[in-house]
Nanobody, 114 residues
Framework: QVQLVESGGGLVQPGGSLRLSCAAS????????MGWYRQAPGKQRELVAH???????NYADSVKGRFTISRDNAKNTVYLEMNSLKPEDTAVYYC????????WGQGTQVTVSS
């Protein structure tokens, strides 16, 4: 079973940027779609962005124009570049396939606050 390790989170002021990474323990080159999810306190986990192996990308409306997802199959890594961060982006961020079929990693905490 492929394991996922997310990193890159932290505390950032509104308007700031962060780059998240998700390293997979196995190959993701044949995975059709990889996604970034987030879960805020008291809310359900939601898909914020996903990318297919052929390059097709989709974003949730709440992050469109601010977040950029990418994948490096050679490094078995998926990235999420987050710009113009807002307090409502505060959440634990996870990666997984889309739809999710792998065991969830621990995620990485993103806190947007002044």
């Amino acid at each position: 079973q492929v394991q996922l390790v997310e990193s890159g989170g932290g505390l950032v002021q509104p308007g700031g940027s962060l780059r998240l990474s998700c390293a997979a323990s196995g190959s993701i080159s044949r995975v059709a779609s990889m996604g970034w999810y987030r879960q805020a306190p008291g809310k359900q986990r939601e898909l914020v962005a996903h990318i297919r192996s052929v390059g097709w990308i989709n974003y949730a409306d709440s992050v469109k124009g601010r977040f950029t997802i990418s994948r490096d199959n050679a490094k078995n890594t998926v990235y999420l570049e987050m710009n113009s961060l807002k307090p409502e982006d505060t959440a634990v961020y996870y990666c997984n396939t889309a739809p999710p079929v792998l065991i969830w990693g621990q995620g990485t905490q993103v806190t947007v606050s002044s």
